[in-house]
């Protein structure tokens, strides 16, 4: 369901449905200007604090949440609450969240001396109260929390942007009888930060859609002329075309090659020759959002009008592979469970697979479990926890194949597309690569 926020700014930025058909040849959405982005940004983040935060602290068992920045060193969580207009901490910055309980709306408190737009009441008088510790233990007294998280994990970056020296001054300056009441608000921070609310859901599709423009725009003549153009030259076309629409990307974008004759990836700058298969890892971040794909590419030889039936093969092995993947999917089940799932109906189905699939949403590779990893097809700590409802996936993997008109060589399809985890089944924000895009070598 569109929420009405997102019915509301969908005269602005384009909001576009779920759809697991991708348009191959899909135009560029409009992208809003800086202040529009701004806006957007503010409103969706206090439709969080409004709904995904008390939803996640009641979830947890979380009383009182502290959180702690400092100028240019602010924690992923923190940064997440920056409004549309900050971009860093200011000074040291420290944030509190407190459930009064009984239904009643969460406390969106600032220790410090200036507050985030106006989304945190400023507490703190240094007129008053010149020691900032000081003011924080008096707050935290007053409202007396059974269970007071901070972010400390020996697993999760998402969960540890407690720094030791601040650490200490707190817990110097908190009353002797609170401090056994100090839990690790690792949880509560994965939840916080992998949650999407229907208007993120909204605004989603249309992110997506940028970067497959992007992607088909670099996959055709109008960038690569085979036998002159560089892996290398593409890969800075599509750097340069996000910087001239004002968005970032979150990684380098990456560009192989696979030739027959040549084994495996060649990720090193090569001329673009007929007959190799091109494939790109590309992510862009837009409205706090991030996406992850991953395309292949054929470029034809002359007096060819199709990809070969081997790769085409290969590819179509991959997208049964991921559809076992999301099939796989139950709420609450750990990121190993449906790992195992998914590969052991794989390979019973008599195919190859490598699955790594992550969590994506305010971070590329987002707070979450992961499902699998390229180099650790096994169960990993990492993909210990559960994953949850409401979240989104890039749905990432590979298949491996021997194609006849290659000399059996053995190709890697990979694939990797955003979806979103509703609880029970999961969709494609934008459609996937239905089949490999052609371009023309003359």
Same mark, same amino acid.
């Given at each position: 369901?569109?929420?009405?926020?997102?019915?509301?700014?969908?005269?602005?930025?384009?909001?576009?449905?779920?759809?697991?058909?991708?348009?191959? #040849?899909?135009?560029? @959405?409009?992208?809003?200007?800086?202040?529009? =982005? $701004?806006? *957007?940004?503010?409103?969706?983040?206090?439709? =969080?604090?409004?709904?995904?935060?008390?939803?996640?602290?009641?979830?947890?068992?979380?009383?009182?949440?502290?959180?702690?920045?400092?100028?240019?060193?602010?924690?992923?969580?923190?940064?997440?609450?920056?409004?549309?207009?900050?971009?860093?901490?200011?000074?040291?910055?420290? /944030?509190?969240?407190?459930?009064?309980?009984?239904?009643?709306?969460?406390? =969106?408190?600032?220790?410090?001396?200036?507050?985030?737009?106006?989304?945190?009441?400023?507490?703190?008088?240094?007129?008053?109260?010149?020691?900032?510790?000081?003011?924080?233990?008096?707050?935290?007294?007053?409202?007396?929390?059974?269970?007071? %998280?901070?972010?400390?994990?020996?697993?999760?970056?998402?969960?540890?942007?407690?720094?030791?020296?601040?650490?200490?001054?707190?817990?110097? %300056? /908190? @009353?002797?009888?609170?401090?056994?009441?100090?839990?690790?608000?690792?949880?509560?921070?994965?939840?916080?930060?992998e949650t999407r609310t229907p208007t993120e859901l909204a605004?989603?599709?249309?992110?997506?859609?940028?970067?497959?423009?992007?992607? %088909?725009?670099?996959?055709?003549?109008?960038?690569?002329?085979?036998?002159?153009?560089?892996?290398?030259?593409?890969?800075?076309?599509?750097?340069?075309?996000?910087?001239? &629409?004002?968005?970032?990307?979150?990684? !380098? @974008?990456?560009?192989?090659i696979q030739r027959a004759g040549l084994d495996g990836v060649?990720?090193?700058?090569?001329?673009?020759?007929?007959?190799?298969?091109?494939?790109?890892?590309?992510?862009?971040?837009?409205?706090? /959002?991030?996406?992850?794909?991953? !395309?292949?590419?054929?470029?034809?030889?002359? +007096?060819?009008?199709?990809?070969? $039936?081997? &790769?085409?093969? +290969? !590819?179509?092995?991959?997208?049964? *592979?991921a559809d076992i993947l999301r099939q796989s999917f139950r709420?609450?089940?750990?990121?190993?469970?449906?790992?195992?799932? $998914?590969? %052991?109906?794989?390979?019973?189905?008599?195919?190859?697979?490598?699955?790594?699939?992550?969590?994506?949403?305010?971070?590329?590779? +987002?707070?979450?479990? #992961?499902?699998?990893?390229?180099?650790?097809?096994?169960?990993?700590?990492?993909?210990?926890?559960?994953? !949850?409802?409401?979240?989104?996936?890039?749905?990432?993997?590979?298949?491996?194949? $021997?194609?006849?008109?290659?000399?059996?060589?053995?190709?890697?399809?990979?694939?990797?597309?955003?979806?979103?985890?509703?609880?029970?089944?999961?969709?494609?924000?934008?459609?996937?690569?239905?089949?490999?895009?052609?371009? @023309?070598?003359?």
């Amino acid at each position: 369901m569109i929420s009405t926020l997102a019915l509301a700014l969908a005269a602005a930025q384009p909001v576009l449905p779920l759809t697991d058909v991708e348009d191959p #040849a899909p135009a560029l @959405p409009a992208i809003l200007p800086m202040k529009e =982005r $701004a806006e *957007v940004v503010d409103r969706v983040l206090r439709e =969080r604090f409004e709904t995904v935060l008390p939803q996640v602290m009641r979830a947890e068992g979380i009383d009182l949440w502290v959180l702690m920045a400092r100028e240019y060193f602010e924690d992923p969580v923190t940064a997440s609450m920056l409004s549309g207009e900050d971009f860093s901490a200011r000074r040291r910055t420290i /944030l509190v969240f407190h459930d009064p309980g009984e239904g009643q709306p969460i406390e =969106r408190l600032s220790v410090s001396r200036y507050g985030i737009a106006d989304l945190f009441e400023v507490v703190w008088d240094p007129a008053r109260q010149p020691d900032q510790w000081a003011a924080l233990a008096d707050l935290i007294a007053d409202r007396d929390p059974q269970k007071i %998280a901070i972010n400390t994990s020996d697993l999760s970056a998402f969960g540890d942007g407690m720094t030791h020296s601040q650490y200490e001054l707190m817990m110097a %300056a /908190l @009353p002797d009888h609170l401090e056994d009441r100090i839990v690790s608000g690792e949880d509560l921070s994965i939840r916080w930060l992998e949650t999407r609310t229907p208007t993120e859901l909204a605004l989603y599709p249309g992110i997506v859609r940028i970067a497959h423009a992007i992607i %088909a725009e670099a996959f055709s003549r109008k960038v690569i002329t085979p036998g002159v153009t560089t892996t290398g030259q593409v890969r800075w076309w599509m750097r340069e075309r996000l910087a001239r &629409l004002g968005l970032q990307p979150w990684f !380098h @974008p990456s560009l192989g090659i696979q030739r027959a004759g040549l084994d495996g990836v060649q990720y090193n700058d090569m001329v673009i020759m007929p007959g190799d298969l091109l494939w790109t890892d590309f992510g862009l971040t837009y409205l706090r /959002l991030n996406t992850d794909t991953q !395309h292949l590419a054929y470029v034809l030889k002359p +007096g060819e009008t199709e990809v070969p $039936a081997g &790769l085409r093969q +290969g !590819h179509e092995n991959t997208k049964a *592979v991921a559809d076992i993947l999301r099939q796989s999917f139950r709420a609450d089940e750990p990121g190993n469970t449906i790992l195992a799932r $998914a590969r %052991a109906e794989a390979i019973a189905q008599g195919y190859d697979p490598s699955i790594y699939s992550h969590p994506i949403g305010l971070h590329g590779h +987002g707070a979450g479990p #992961a499902i699998g990893f390229w180099d650790n097809q096994d169960a990993d700590p990492r993909g210990a926890g559960a994953v !949850h409802a409401n979240t989104a996936w890039s749905i990432e993997l590979t298949t491996y194949s $021997a194609v006849p008109e290659w000399g059996g060589q053995r190709v890697d399809f990979r694939s990797e597309e955003d979806a979103w985890f509703d609880g029970k089944t999961v969709r494609y924000l934008d459609g996937r690569q239905d089949e490999i895009t052609l371009i @023309p070598s003359d």
